[in-house]
């Protein structure tokens, strides 16, 4: 059998390792062919690939970003969207051509919706989830994840001892366009004390309520963690937008970092690199039984695998009830309405 891979969408640390779990044991468990498809989708249609070998495998596991490239893949969903049936061929003849049996895409929501539109084009597909942002609806969590947090709770642990020594509120910025998982995990392991995520949103009077009332108790500092996808009433960053407001509305010195791309780069922590050979592991053993048009998953301590057609177009999202949540309210830490 001859398997390709791509990955598309925003990097993620552990896609590397992915890689090499799809294609070791698709070449070493089964004697598979494997070729990696350079830059996304629109590699496909270029036949932009490379052979991958055991060999050309090795040494990748703790890379962070992807050895394959990866893009946003605009033109490819106006493509795969076009009503125009032209279009469509083009895209089932360069998976032809290229004389693949199975094609792996690992990606975040937009391309298990691309995976799954394929897979109803009559192509052999499966998808593997990825994405620091842990959005990705089907599985328990996504590999990059981890990595991001420990990223962003170390952010998080060194503003406590520059906000102390200043008596300054210091609002931190973490990724999470749609989701704000990190912010929750990040937040809640930094010891923030106010955590602002998109899927609750604010009262602006909650939180300058909270911040006052630490002061008054005599605490010097405050850590404010808010999700990139919050929505607020201006176009700039909300970091800036919330240490502005709460300056000017408590009379406190207040900073913002926004910790950006930093998430994403880097190495794969042991967590993430595990994840995705399992989730690489899992896909080979699909291609090999001939199941198609599932995406991989964890689920409870199981990997497994789910059709692409319950997945495509959904978020998992964070919900008031999720234990952090609950927990944290308990501890007094606020979420912005309570
Ligand atoms: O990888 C997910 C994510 O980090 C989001 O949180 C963020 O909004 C987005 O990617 C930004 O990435 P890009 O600039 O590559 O589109």
């Known amino acids: 059998m001859k398997v390709g891979i791509l990955t598309s969408g925003g990097d993620a640390p552990g896609i590397n390792a992915t890689i090499r779990g799809v294609g070791k044991t698709a070449i070493n468990n089964y004697g598979m062919q494997v070729i990696g498809i350079q830059n996304g989708f629109s590699g496909l249609l270029y036949k932009d690939v490379v052979e991958l070998t055991d060999q050309s495998l090795s040494g990748i596991l703790n890379l962070g970003g992807t050895i394959l490239g990866t893009a946003r893949e605009k033109s490819f969903r106006k493509m795969i969207n076009s009503l125009d049936e032209k279009d469509r061929e083009q895209i089932k003849n360069a998976y032809h051509e290229l004389e693949l049996d199975c094609l792996v895409c690992i990606g975040g929501n937009g391309t298990q919706r691309t995976t799954s539109m394929l897979a109803d084009m009559g192509l052999n597909v499966i998808g593997v989830p990825k994405t620091?942002?842990?959005?990705?609806?089907?599985?328990?969590?996504?590999?990059?994840?981890?990595?991001?947090?420990?990223?962003?709770?170390?952010?998080?642990?060194?503003?406590?001892?520059?906000?102390?020594?200043?008596?300054?509120?210091?609002?931190?910025?973490?990724?999470?366009?749609?989701?704000?998982?990190?912010?929750?995990?990040?937040?809640?392991?930094?010891?923030?004390?106010?955590?602002?995520?998109?899927?609750?949103?604010?009262?602006?009077?909650?939180?300058?309520e909270k911040i006052k009332k630490r002061m008054e108790l005599g605490k010097a500092y405050s850590i404010v963690a808010v999700a990139e996808g919050i929505e607020i009433p201006s176009k700039e960053k909300p970091a800036i937008y919330f240490a502005r407001e709460i300056q000017e509305q408590t009379g406190f010195e207040t900073r913002e970092t926004v910790l950006g791309y930093i998430q994403r780069g880097g190495s794969p922590s042991p967590y993430d690199r595990n994840l995705g050979t399992l989730l690489g592991g899992h896909a080979a053993d699909l291609i090999h039984r001939g199941i198609f048009g599932r995406m991989v998953a964890k689920l409870g301590s199981e990997i497994s695998d789910v059709p692409l057609s319950e997945v495509a177009g959904k978020l998992r999202l964070v919900t008031a009830d999720n234990d952090l949540v609950v927990q944290g309210k308990r501890m007094g830490i606020s979420f912005g309405i309570w």
């Open 132 to 208: 620091i942002d842990n959005d990705v609806y089907g599985t328990d969590v996504t590999f990059g994840f981890d990595t991001a947090v420990n990223i962003a709770t170390d952010a998080i642990d060194r503003l406590h001892s520059t906000a102390s020594s200043h008596r300054r509120v210091m609002v931190i910025e973490l990724m999470g366009h749609h989701a704000g998982w990190i912010t929750l995990y990040a937040g809640m392991a930094g010891g923030a004390d106010i955590i602002l995520l998109p899927e609750l949103g604010y009262n602006m009077k909650v939180v300058i």
